[in-house]
């Protein structure tokens, strides 16, 4: 294992941007994001995953919308920010990292870790979504049968838009997938 040198050359000159960098400020323990195209403010204590979303002077975030949690029993869950962080803040690109909490009314939870993914010029984000369940689940007799007493069987986990605004919404849940509207 010898390291060999590696170069690329072109004749092309560089590409010049004309996009305003991305700003990310933090506001006590919220951030706010702005890309040029649109402003996104993260906070603890916020329902997951945005306190606000404003793009061209207009609030685009309802106050219904959120990431919405129903249990086995179709009751809701409470969905809340307790942390926010910024792993990384470029020109072109600011990722945020968010921590919550998800509770039942009869008292099941679950821990929430979004990530966030901004980029410069434009009014979208590409955001991850993971949940897991803090009590550790049992395997008597070495078997792992489903439905463990410590297990919590979500019927529906899903991010609803309210908007006080008449445009329209259009999403892509998957990274390779077209938006459509929703």
């Known amino acids: 294992g010898e ?8 004749d092309a000159a560089p ?6 960098p991305i700003v990310v400020a933090r506001e006590e323990r919220a951030v706010r994001i702005d890309t040029g195209a649109a402003t996104f403010r993260i906070a603890p204590g916020a329902a997951a995953p945005f306190q606000s979303v404003n793009i061209h002077g207009t609030e685009q ?4 919308s959120g990431l919405q949690i129903l249990g086995q029993n179709g009751a809701s869950y409470d969905v809340r920010l307790t942390g ?3 792993d990384d803040a470029g020109p072109l690109r600011a990722r945020v990292r968010a921590t919550g909490a998800a509770r039942s009314h009869g008292g099941e939870s679950l821990d929430l870790f979004l990530t966030y993914d901004f980029y410069a010029g434009l009014p979208t984000v590409h955001m991850g979504v993971c949940l897991r369940n803090p009590r550790p689940a049992t395997h ?3 078997f792992w049968d489903l439905g463990d007493r410590n297990s ?6 899903s991010l609803v838009f309210s908007r006080p605004s008449a445009t329209a919404v259009r999403a892509s849940l998957e ?6 509207a929703v």
């Open 175 to 180: 990274r390779d997938a077209p938006f459509e």
């Open 61 to 64: 975030w309802g106050p219904s």
């Open 15 to 20: 590409a010049s941007l004309s996009l305003p």
């Open 3 to 10: 390291d060999l040198p590696f170069e690329v050359e072109t």
């Open 140 to 142: 008597p007799g070495g």
């Open 84 to 86: 926010v962080d910024v």
């Open 152 to 157: 919590i069987l979500l019927k529906d986990v």
